[in-house]
């Protein structure tokens, strides 16, 4: 097979901590995959991360390290407010890209990737990682082979003293996974805040949603507990489907279990599938699963469904949560 070369525009923490590794562990498994180049503006990080993982080449200049490699991908994980301008210079120049979520902060940024994408007719995809996790993709398994409709989910999102700034680019991400999991966009939502007496701003959230499909939803964010967790209830009328899932850095309920109940009794836990990195926590959160779709659609083709329209409701919903809005509602 011919060789897939891959190249980086970001190296700060969170891609040294999860997208480098999972990356050089894809390339340890498959030959064909070749660690081209990374580029970050802080020259030594980007020598630090090329020679730690395994690239070839390090860049300050994003426009000269493409035009040097011409790589078949390439991997955007700048800072929120930069992902829309950094994605779309790489779209329009041709290249495809899987961009860091969100990639934008609301649908202008969005509309700017779409325009960007056509221009240079390169595909995108948003690097969600919970649509790549086992355990949110044995939960969709299981709920299709119900052969039952899902009628309500409801999703318990907590962490431990997050005190951002803005809440909203972590919070995208159970607001992403619920519409993974219901497999239909969101067609309404109302949003409830509660104010939280702590040394900066911060606040509980409660979303209030219905989906296209008719399924009803309830997502609950708590940035201050003493509880660090993204667990789901999937409910049908005659199946239940309750799962503690994990998220960057194992969380609370780390590897993960997914209960199975069926006519109120319980049927079965089912622990980690078995994988290499079925105790990795960044396997488990999909990490290890979204480069590895990237790199199979750079082979095989993208989907017809475009991620950068698929992510328009979340990061609409996560936008109007950023500004406080009491509602939202598909256009």
Known sequence: ??????????????????????????????????????????????????????????????????????????????????????????????????????????????????????????????AFNRRYSPWLNRTRELLAASGEPLEQIRCEFCRHERLDDDFSTTAIHGIDAVRHLVGSPY????????????????????????FANGTAGLICFSPSTGLCCERFTLLTRHWTLVLESVIPGGGSDRPGRLFVYHDGKLLRIEAPAPHPLQYDDRYLAGYYGEHAAFIHRLRHGFPEENDLELSLDAVEIADALRHRAPHWSHA
Do not use: W
Request: glycine share 6%.
């Open 187 to 210: 067609s309404r939502v109302s949003l409830h805040y509660r104010e939280l007496q702590r040394e900066k701003p911060a606040c509980d959230i409660t979303i209030q949603a219905e």
């Open 1 to 126: 097979m011919p060789s897939t070369r891959i190249c980086f525009i970001g190296a700060g923490n969170f891609a040294r901590y999860v997208h480098g590794p999972m990356l050089k562990e894809i390339a340890a498994r498959d030959a064909a995959v070749e660690c081209a180049a990374v580029c970050d503006l802080n020259a030594e990080r980007a020598e630090t991360f090329a020679r730690d993982f395994g690239f070839q080449r390090s860049y300050t200049d994003p426009a000269l390290m493409l035009h040097q490699e011409q790589p078949d991908g390439v991997v955007v994980l700048t800072q929120v407010a930069a992902t829309a301008e950094t994605a779309g210079n790489v779209l329009a120049a041709g290249f495809p890209v899987m961009m860091e979520k969100p990639p934008g902060r609301n649908r202008a940024e969005i509309e700017h990737l779409i325009a960007m994408r056509r221009q240079g007719r390169a595909p995108a995809m948003v």
